[in-house]
């Protein structure tokens, strides 16, 4: 393993310490002085060497396993990729490329002109898409802000109709929030509520699905560029999201900057609390009123929580195989 020194992270300022590493890592690779087929060391080994926090070596093998650089091996650990590995993440369109005209030999050799062949993808296509819109997900999550933001998020992406539950809810019994899981198809939240949304709804614990959420990558890049002692203001409505902001820049080695906590409306208190303030990290939900009142030359930075790849591509292949589950059900107790 490379000696801590080689690293040479910046603890003050510049960029989040993950993304140095992450940098780093992926310098070693190229370079060849980490060689195809080796094994990294682990998150905890990593993070012990380099001082730094566990979720920060994490986040950065995430994101390198996703750019296809490294990966994972159940109960191995993790390698640098090898070419089967980074023939595996070839560009997606490629690939489609390939099932495609796959697809079309097989049709033309079946006798099925083009034009023909067109009319049935299309059709497929709008049945799938027919499947996807009648699939309803209760979405549990234990703040407003990112709980509103994600459901608008995630039907953009799939066409689901997404419920949103608050945790709170849920768990006290209340009626709404029940009455919207129980008519929902399946339930999702994100890891760090997993076990708890399934205690919650044992007759339901095979359809509740966990994913990640990981900040986005240019709201943490803006954050860190701020300078050293850069008075901020933090401005959510619930002080749950203010603490999942306060560990993910944390997490990413931010550390440098003095964050006040803003939670309550009253637009008297938001503007008292703005002077002096160099940037202000606002919710999803806030972003229009702050910015109306910051003043000129304020930096406004919106936090925003993303589902990384990997977690909605399971989403939404969860959601298929559970509408046609429902639809082979539905055929057999007809018959």
């Known amino acids: 393993m490379e000696e801590r020194s080689s690293f040479d992270l910046r603890r003050k300022g510049g960029l989040p310490i993950y993304l140095q590493v992450k940098r780093r890592i992926e310098s070693l690779i190229s370079s060849g ?149 129980a008519r929902s198809d399946m339930v999702v939240t994100t890891f760090f509520h997993l076990d708890e949304v399934r205690t919650s709804l ?24 701020l300078p050293p002692g850069s008075d901020v203001l933090l401005v959510c409505i619930s002080e749950r999201f203010a603490e999942r902001v306060r560990k993910s820049m944390e997490n990413a080695g931010i550390t440098e900057v003095n964050v006040e906590t803003v939670t309550g409306k009253d637009p008297a208190i938001v503007r008292d609390k703005l002077k002096g303030k160099r940037a202000v990290i606002v919710s999803p939900g806030r972003q229009k009123e ?10 406004i930075i919106e936090f925003v929580y993303r589902p990384d790849a990997g977690s909605v591509n399971l989403l939404r292949s969860s959601v298929l195989e559970h509408r046609k589950m429902n639809r082979q059900k539905g055929v057999l107790g007809g018959e």
């Open 202 to 225: 044992p007759e339901r614990s095979e359809d509740v699905l966990g994913i990640a959420l990981d900040p986005d990558m240019e709201t943490i890049v803006r954050i860190a560029r």
């Open 290 to 299: 702050v910015s109306a009142m910051a003043k000129r030359g304020t930096q």
């Open 33 to 181: 002085q980490w060689k195809r087929g080796q094994r990294l060391p682990t998150e905890r080994a990593l993070a012990a060497e380099l001082g730094v926090s566990r979720n920060t070596v994490s986040l950065a093998y995430r994101q390198l396993e996703a750019e296809g650089l490294i990966t994972s091996r159940q109960g191995r650990g993790t390698f640098v990729a090898e070419a089967d590995d980074i023939l595996r993440m070839e560009n997606k369109r490629e690939r489609l490329n390939r099932v495609i005209d796959s697809a079309l030999d097989d049709a033309l050799a079946l006798g099925v002109n083009p034009d023909e062949f067109l009319q049935v993808v299309t059709r497929r296509v709008e049945e799938r898409r027919k499947m996807l819109s009648d699939v309803k997900i209760a979405f549990v999550e234990c703040n407003r802000e990112q709980l509103d933001y994600f459901s608008k998020e995630l039907e953009l992406g799939t066409g689901v109709k997404v419920l949103p539950v608050l945790t709170d809810d849920l768990f006290r019994g209340a009626e709404e929030a029940r009455e919207t899981v």
